[in-house]
């Protein structure tokens, strides 16, 4: 493991910073898992945040588009076409946060809760512009990797 961990702190710097975002990209490890793997393992701070911020980002995006398009169809058919939909707890805890906080509630406290691409589905499922969505997303991802970062940094900062 050790050989491993050496091989991938030595690596490519264009390969670190994929590395991280690939790992930003997937739901519930996002960008505020990312981040603490990346620095553990020893890559520079700012660009693991950087890359986890990115990667979490297209995929969250990805979300949003996608959902909204879907949200479009299902709003062009007919009533007697539409099927009655089962909720998952994820998707019921994120309609109650919605309810509650709106986009800006659910897309910063969603990575605690629900996931980030969840919360982004839960927006657009609840009806939220795209646009705002994005805005709010994008806020909460950066928020939540400097955040990450910066509470990883102290930390390893109080443990010298």
Request: proline share 4%; aromatic share 8%; charged share 15%.
């Amino acid at each position: 493991m050790e050989q491993f961990l050496q091989q991938l702190q030595d690596s490519n710097p264009i390969l670190q910073f994929l590395g991280v975002m690939l790992v930003g990209m997937i739901p519930f490890l996002e960008g505020y898992f990312a981040v603490p793997i990346g620095i553990a393992v020893g890559f520079p701070a700012v660009m693991t945040i950087i890359a986890a911020i990115v990667g979490n980002w297209i995929s969250v995006m990805v979300v949003i588009l996608a959902s909204d398009r879907v949200r479009q169809w299902l709003q062009s058919r007919k009533p007697s076409e539409r099927k009655q939909e089962k909720h998952n707890k994820r998707l019921e805890r994120g309609q109650k946060l919605f309810q509650k906080y709106g986009v800006p509630g659910v897309s910063l406290l969603g990575p605690l809760l629900i996931g980030d691409h969840i919360a982004a589905l839960v927006c657009i499922a609840a009806g939220a512009s795209k646009r705002y969505v994005i805005i709010w997303q994008t806020i909460a991802i950066v928020v939540w990797a400097v955040g990450t970062g910066i509470l990883v940094l102290l930390g390893l900062n109080a443990l010298k």
